[in-house]
């Protein structure tokens, strides 16, 4: 009985409405951290340029919404079928820093309001850039795109997506690293030694027993090792029960689009990778059912319904990516469930002041898991599909793409126009890899021919016949 708990779980409704909306909890959960920083920081950026905040669009609340509708859009575009949630795309963070600093024509006596509603416009052109490589890759054919993206290409990227973002979960942990222990070592205990229901949702469990704790200990006068105290309520107490997004429909304007636009070339490149990473986690072929134009369509639809009401750009979240392979829930149900829920939020402002009070230590030693679970699913990527690392052209692409997804911490920064575009380092090292991938000589990689093999990265080709044979091997 025990073996049969450890299978993957395709159809959640058998598990009952209850357990769904646990579940659908345990994701929303999962982005909300990452979601809400990042309207917190980019407000950040103009308050401190303009001397105001922003308040209306890039707010928490429209943020929520933009989150959880954009989930759905994508989940319409994809048939359904592929288990993303889409939250707050931190790529676009250096943009909107540059669009809050612009001191030259009509930006020079601008309100933060107005600055940001351009940014968004910026978000907007930014989405639309989607459709064009989804347009590319419908007509090309994804056997002859996948050609420039073999597994020595997208498994140092997915390890690079996970390690990227350790910087961030050390630096909450570090805020208080008890409660960072305690949340990490629930999650562990319940995913090791957890039974039935609970061995599902360790995710949640780690969230509310660690908070639970934080608040026991806030009572008594306990603070973090800096004197700061270990929960705040003040922004709760002045939080109405219900209360509309204050959106705002963004503004366009080529200088703010020339600044966020070219950021899509980073996003796309992560949405390739997620996508190769929750196809590998599934074990589903993600990108060729329903394929990858189509879920680049919805990412980039997304993404510019965002932009239009005065919201962040969209991206496919990692996160939710550690939540399937630990949960081992896939059905994409649970995540329109989590999607709903986000929406339902932004219409409560209290409740989601309250959820914004949990602990950065308690996010931090979440993201232990999570994060680590992105970059052992791209190892798995790398083995699964025996890489050989003996070969000088596949350590040179892994060497190069590594060093440039973690060596450029600040991103690469260039002028056009007199503006100044930022690339992420994960955009480079993609960019580079697929480079130097298509140039170097001995690319033996053929989409298709090692159908297990490329099971563990979505990008292999199955039939009836092939599943048959499969089966009847395995029996025998």
């Known amino acids: ?113 107005d600055k940001a509603a ?6 907007v052109a930014a989405g639309c850039l989607y459709f064009v490589l989804a347009i590319i890759i419908k007509l090309v054919g994804i056997h002859k795109v996948m050609r420039f993206l073999p597994p020595v290409v997208t498994g140092p990227i997915i390890i690079c997506i996970g390690l990227s973002l350790a910087g961030s979960a050390i630096s909450n942990a570090s805020t208080n690293w008890f409660l960072a222990v305690i949340a990490l070592a629930v999650i562990i205990i319940f995913n090791i030694w957890g039974k039935g229901m609970f061995k599902i949702i360790p995710i949640l469990m780690g969230v509310i027993i660690s908070y639970v704790v934080a608040v026991i200990l806030n009572a008594f006068g306990m603070t973090n090792p800096d004197g700061s105290a270990l929960i705040d309520f003040s922004s709760v107490a002045g939080s109405a029960f219900i209360g509309f997004p204050k959106f705002q429909i963004c503004k366009f304007d080529v200088t703010a689009i020339l600044v966020m636009a070219p950021i899509a070339i980073a996003s796309m490149m992560e949405h390739i990778g997620d ?8 074990g589903e072929n993600f990108i060729e059912d329903p394929g990858l134009h189509r879920t680049l369509t919805g990412d980039g639809l997304a993404t510019a319904l965002a932009g239009l009401v005065g919201g962040p750009a969209n991206t496919t979240y990692g996160e939710n990516t ?60 790398i083995v699964e599909n025996r890489v050989d690392l ?10 190069v793409i590594f060093v440039c997804g973690l060596g450029f911490s600040d991103g690469l920064t260039f002028t056009i126009g007199g503006t100044s575009i930022t690339l992420t380092a994960l955009a480079i090292a993609a960019i580079a890899g697929i480079i130097l991938n298509a140039i170097l000589p001995g690319n033996d990689y053929r989409f298709g021919s090692n159908p297990k ?24």
Do not use: W
Not at 118 to 123: D, I, N
Not at 275 to 281: E, G, K, L, N, P
Not at 327 to 340: G, H, M
Not at 390 to 399: D, E, H, Q, V, Y
């Open 453 to 476: 093999g490329d099971m563990s990265r979505g990008v292999f080709i199955t039939s009836s016949d092939n599943d048959s044979t499969d089966k009847d091997s395995e029996e025998k």
């Open 390 to 399: 003996t070969k000088s052209r596949n350590l040179i692409i892994a060497g």
């Open 1 to 113: 009985m025990e073996q049969k708990g450890m299978e993957p779980i395709r159809d959640a409704k058998s598990l009952g409405k209850g357990r769904l909306l646990i579940l659908g909890l345990q994701h929303m959960f999962a982005m909300f951290g990452a979601t809400v920083l990042v309207p917190i920081l980019v407000g950040g950026y103009f308050q401190e340029a303009t001397g105001e905040p922003v308040t209306q669009g890039l707010t928490v609340a429209v943020t929520l919404f933009c989150a959880g509708f954009g989930t759905l859009v994508f989940h319409i575009c994809s048939k359904f079928k592929v288990p993303a949630f889409l939250g707050s795309s931190f790529a676009f963070l250096g943009g909107f820093y540059t669009v809050a600093n612009l001191n030259m024509g009509k930006y020079i006596s601008m309100g933060a309001n």
């Open 322 to 381: 550690g939540v399937l392979e630990l949960s081992k829930v896939y059905d994409p149900v649970v995540i329109r469930i989590a999607a709903v829920m986000a929406i339902i939020l932004s219409f409560v402002p209290k409740f989601s002041a309250l959820i914004s009070t949990m602990p950065a230590a308690i996010i931090g030693g979440i993201s232990f898991m999570l994060y680590g679970m992105i970059s052992a699913i791209g190892v798995r990527n």
């Open 275 to 282: 996508m190769s990473a929750i196809s590998a986690t599934v």
């Open 118 to 123: 351009y940014a968004c416009g910026g978000v």
